[in-house]
């Protein structure tokens, strides 16, 4: 009865709205001394006396956090010449190029589906790896357009990258199909226009990745072998001898051929935290660098467009920081950081040219600058935009949004934890509404930049934290697997509560007042929250949620999904500290799962789904709203039947902030939603079930 009262209502609303410290110390677990929490109380009470003081912004529509913007993906010729982008109009994307500096700007190819832009070495190809093909354009017009390879389906094809040696080559992975005639063979391909395919390399085993060196031969081989990922250097010595083994759950990923005969890698086969390794030619290996902060992994890596050697390198788990490797740089770099306001930057360069990436907390989307070697900065692309149902968006102003502040808190059994709160301007946040946001993965984590539901929720007064449990990935390879697995109602969920309660109790949020939202494993940790802590949590928002977490990872895992290319679901997992073949361990992950505690459940919750979801079958999320209506639960179900694991579809996107305000509005006493139009309110009316 009150799910069907809470839906008539929303819908009734509609109508009416239409009509009218160390770095050890800071990983590890065990006895904290006081120093550290009064150090984190002190960075929290600062956080809180800034914001303060800030005028409370403008309320925004949901538009300025729903819309997208029309250009993106911008990419610099590695001769400095040309740069490319995605440009998106009416549901396409195109591809655009323009001459540097002052060039008119062209459409080059009407649509694509592809998702990065690739240049070749020598600036005169631009590879456009699409989910069914990799296409190549020729950027200075020498002819040559077309598809290089198909990528996926029966083929399974992968695309590995621009080849360093042959311009208009591209290097991809052949995998043999699911259910081969003759024992499977993987190769690796350099494929050029005209159908030119040269193999590089046949091997019964899954080849993970590889190097080419400067005369375009193959130097470096990674490939799977059982739990490990295995590099071995060619010619000599060969497939005889394994140069370094990065066994799961360690990453390794190869940069590129060194012109010592080595290879640049990132990973942390050596150490806690990943970091930009060196593996000379005999197999040793040297760490290159590490985060300063001593907190986080590197995250990306920029190489010089020249020589392959790597640049400029990113860590940004906690702060955001791009290092740059020689001093000339970081002194550019540091007179870009006085120009740009916003805190995240990345760098690609051509001749003397970069091409300058801004991101921040409080800058949605992202803005691209050229900057010359003489000093100069500008624009590119001002004209820009974002746009929403058609209809053209501006980019909310930055001054109006919150900052996104990372705190640090100790868990009661000493481990120290990261995370991100997210202040309204000028509310006392002692008495404001607080929402729990808990991020997908669970192996995923939350990173410093802009986040589109946090901003909304801030502009309309909530305080909005943002956890990075034991577990998160980005913090070292200690605090991925102190999770230890236990992702029911135990110890990975009893962080998450702590560090609500350690905000409540530093004069964060009303503790009468609190929500928990989140998608996937987020959706399924809101899920825990209502029905174990409802004393905490007044109400539950879950996105595409298992509500059998072990269930799912079993399903899952035996579907050919792959956490380490070559390795199987179940081994990554195993090494983790999931084991789908542990019978204790999935029983006790049932046992507390939202699905056979539907009855502890008393709060309400709203419970999105999508009909194609290929990693949340819909029929176990429909079960378990099933199981909550017939004991009489508060559930709204909102279903969009043709989205997948994430939903995209923007009418969707809004129904969900709608849903959410809706709900949020009437449990912790937030502002009312913005008005539904007549579109939004038909697609409400068909989608709530």
Not at 558 to 583: F, K, N, T, W, Y
Request: proline share 7%; charged share 25%.
């Amino acid at each position: 009865m009150k799910r069907a009262l809470r839906v008539a209502a929303v819908l009734a609303a509609c109508v009416a709205f239409s009509a009218a410290a160390s770095s050890d110390e800071a990983r590890g677990a065990g006895p904290v001394s006081p120093a550290p929490a009064r150090a984190d109380a002190a960075a929290l009470q600062h956080a809180i006396a800034t914001e303060r003081v800030r005028p409370v912004p403008p309320r925004l529509p949901r538009a300025a956090f729903l819309s997208q913007p029309r250009e993106h993906g911008f990419a610099l010729a590695p001769d400095g010449r040309q740069v490319a982008w995605f440009g998106e109009q009416g549901g396409r994307r195109g591809v655009w190029l323009q001459a540097l500096p002052d060039g008119e700007p062209r459409l080059r190819l009407a649509r694509t589906d592809a998702a990065e832009l690739v240049w070749s070495r020598d600036g005169r190809w631009l590879f456009l790896p699409g989910s069914r093909q990799l296409a190549v354009l020729a950027a200075d017009g020498q002819g040559g357009d077309g598809e290089l390879s198909t990528l996926g389906g029966l083929g399974r094809r992968v695309f590995v990258g621009a080849d360093p040696a042959i311009g208009d080559a591209a290097l991809v992975v052949e995998r043999p199909a699911r259910i081969a005639a003759q024992a499977p063979r993987w190769r690796l391909l350099r494929v050029q226009p005209g159908g030119r395919e040269t193999p590089l390399h046949e091997d019964a085993l899954p080849i993970v990745d590889a190097a080419i060196d400067g005369q375009g031969q193959l130097a470096w081989l990674m490939r799977a072998e059982g739990k490990a990922h295995v590099l071995y250097r060619l010619p000599a010595p060969g497939l005889d001898r394994a140069m370094l083994r990065c066994e799961v759950p360690r990453r390794c990923r190869l940069l590129g051929a060194s012109s010592d005969g080595g290879v640049w890698m990132q990973g942390n086969v050596d150490a806690d935290l990943s970091g930009l390794l060196h593996v000379r030619a005999d197999g040793s290996v040297r760490r290159v660098h590490r985060d300063p902060r001593g907190e986080a992994d590197l995250n990306h890596v920029a190489l010089d467009p020249v020589d392959g050697e790597p640049r400029f390198l990113g860590y940004d788990s906690t702060v955001p920081q791009l290092l740059a490797r020689s001093a000339d740089d970081e002194a550019r770099l540091a007179a870009l950081r006085r120009t740009l306001s916003g805190g995240s930057l990345r760098v690609q360069a051509g001749g003397g040219r970069w091409l300058v990436i801004e991101r921040g907390d409080r800058l949605r989307g992202e803005r691209a600058w050229m900057a010359s070697d003489d000093g100069t900065v500008a624009l590119l692309r001002p004209e820009a935009g974002f746009v929403f149902g058609g209809h053209p968006q501006p980019r909310p102003d930055e001054a109006a949004m919150a900052r996104k502040w990372p705190v640090q808190w100790t868990a009661s059994d000493g481990r120290r934890l990261h995370g991100f709160v997210t202040l309204p301007p000028g509310v006392d946040v002692a008495h404001a509404p607080l929402v729990v946001s808990v991020h997908g993965g669970p192996f995923s984590l939350v990173r410093p930049d802009f986040s589109n539901d946090a901003q909304l929720l801030a502009n309309r007064g909530y305080v909005v934290f943002q956890p990075n449990f034991r577990g998160s990935t980005g913090l070292g390879l200690d605090y991925v697997l102190a999770s230890r697995g236990d992702f029911g109602h135990g110890r990975v969920q009893q962080d998450i509560i702590e560090g609500t309660r350690w905000l409540l109790a530093n004069g964060v949020g009303d503790a009468d007042r609190v929500a928990i939202v989140g998608a996937s494993f987020g959706g399924y940790s809101a899920l825990l929250g209502v029905t174990f802590a409802s004393e905490l949590f007044k109400a539950a928002v879950a996105g595409v949620p298992p509500a059998d977490f072990g269930r799912v990872i079993r399903e899952y895992q035996g579907a050919g999904q792959e956490m380490h290319p070559g390795i199987p679901m179940a081994v990554s997992m195993r090494a983790l500290g999931v084991d789908p073949e542990d019978a204790a361990q999935m029983q006790r992950l049932a046992a507390q799962s939202p699905s056979a505690n539907a009855a502890a459940l008393t709060r309400p919750v709203l419970v999105l789904a999508g009909g194609e979801d290929e990693r949340v079958p819909i029929r176990g999320v429909t079960h378990y709203v099933a199981r909550l209506r017939t004991l009489g639960k508060d559930v709204t179900f909102f279903v969009d039947t043709d989205a997948g694991h994430a939903i995209a579809d923007e009418k969707s996107r809004e129904a969900y902030y709608f849903l959410m305000e809706s709900l949020l509005h009437e449990t912790l006493g937030g502002p009312e939603p913005e008005p539904a139009s007549a579109e939004l309110q038909s697609h409400l009316t068909r989608h709530l079930r």
